[in-house]
């Protein structure tokens, strides 16, 4: 390598030191995880007024609000697939609300009042738990 490919190489690695954790940064920032984690928190602590309906049970406890959804699971659930599901008059899943991973708060955004919740592990296809409103 002669001193000229020597110099490139060396300004060429500087360049990409700068650029690429630029590109991953730029990349990153508007991605749900970092909004979600400050819009639980402003909505967990004003959620306690004006919620529509309420049910818990041993492992849930659950919130309609007029706009979302408030989920607060006690414990960790055994299943990393478990999916939140709406439930129709019938008391089967309907459509899907969102997913649960580890013991917190969770809020989803819903455009009507369901008439209840269902917890369902869409790997194992079975039913976790069931709440109604």
Do not use: C
């Not at 849930?60 to 939140?84: D, G, M, P, Q, Y």
């Not at 917890?119 to 069931?130: F, M, R």
């Amino acid at each position: 390598m002669t001193s000229g490919l020597r110099k490139a190489h060396k300004y060429i690695w500087l360049l990409l030191l700068i650029i690429v954790p630029l590109i991953m940064i730029l990349s990153v920032k508007d991605l749900e995880i970092f909004s979600s984690e400050s819009d639980t928190t402003s909505q967990s602590n004003g959620s306690k007024k004006g919620s529509l309906k309420t049910s818990e049970n041993e492992l849930i406890k659950a919130s309609v609000f007029e706009s979302h959804l408030e989920i607060i699971l006690k414990a960790t659930l055994k299943t990393s697939s478990s999916v939140v599901y709406e439930m129709d008059t019938k008391g089967n899943k309907s459509t899907i609300i969102g997913q649960l991973t580890a013991a917190g708060i969770y809020n989803f955004n819903i455009n009507n009042l369901p008439k209840g919740i269902i917890i369902y592990d869409d790997l194992k296809q079975v039913e976790i738990t069931k709440l109604k409103f």
